[in-house]
């Protein structure tokens, strides 16, 4: 079956680190994908995983677990523009993407 | 210059009506998307070309036609609306489909509400 899970909503501080974890069961796997997607604007690319490991990017890092079906997405020094759904997608054997519902970050003062 | 431009941007219908998004990248992409997004943010792959070959035909009912003039370009044409159409129609566009070519460039989006 081909399934993604992450919660449906976080809050954090201004300036602090929040981590979105996201499990996936996908028939196959070809690598993990992030995206950010403001509210009411198209989703744009975080980041990429396809190996186990943590990938960091600036303010945002990614970390793959493929034997524990597992990557979470760690924010770090939050800004209020980083108040934002963050979808989890899954790319199985036949390179398509299994999409979360995303998580709604909400970034307070 | 916009990489992925889709048009329009708003669409508002009566039900039963016809309707078409256009979608235009110039980042010479080989591969092109179509994707809805409801109201619980679920995005849902409905087609993908590569090449002007169609390679993704999820199961949408077949109201939805999609056509690609060439490579640059993909059309999204639906057949007497239904309510359950209204949704945020995302074009898109990734360089190939395997791997880390798979980056996706979206469109702003068409927001169809159907009356």
């Known amino acids: 079956g081909q399934n993604i899970d992450q919660p449906t909503e976080m809050t954090a501080t201004e300036g602090a680190i929040v981590q979105i974890n996201c499990t996936y069961q996908t028939s196959g796997f070809n690598g993990l994908f992030w995206y950010q997607q403001h509210a009411g604007e198209a989703p744009t690319f975080l980041s990429y995983n396809v190996l186990d490991g943590l990938e960091e990017k600036g303010r945002f890092s990614s970390f793959l677990s493929r034997s524990k079906g597992y990557s979470y997405l760690l924010l770090k020094e939050l800004q209020m523009k980083d108040s934002a759904s963050y979808l989890c997608?899954?790319?199985?054997?036949?390179?398509?993407?299994?999409w979360g519902a995303g998580t709604k970050l909400i970034i307070k003062p | 210059d916009t990489a992925v431009s889709q048009t329009p941007k708003y669409l508002v219908t009566q039900m039963g009506n016809d309707k078409s998004i256009k979608c235009e990248q110039n980042l010479g992409h080989d591969t092109m998307y179509w994707y809805k997004q409801d109201s619980k943010k679920f995005l849902k792959i409905m087609f993908s070309?590569?090449?002007?070959?169609?390679?993704i035909n999820e199961t949408v009912p077949n109201r939805f036609s999609p056509k690609s003039p060439d490579k640059a370009h993909l059309n999204l044409h639906i057949n007497s609306l239904e309510l359950g159409d209204s949704a945020v129609y995302f074009c898109?566009?990734?360089?190939?489909?395997?791997?880390?070519?798979?980056?996706?460039?979206f469109g702003a989006g068409s927001r169809l509400t159907v009356l």
């Open positions: 898109a566009s990734s360089q190939d489909v395997e791997g880390g070519a798979n980056v996706l460039t």
């Open positions: 070309y590569n090449n002007k070959e169609l390679i």
């Open positions: 997608a899954d790319m199985d054997s036949n390179y398509q993407l299994i």
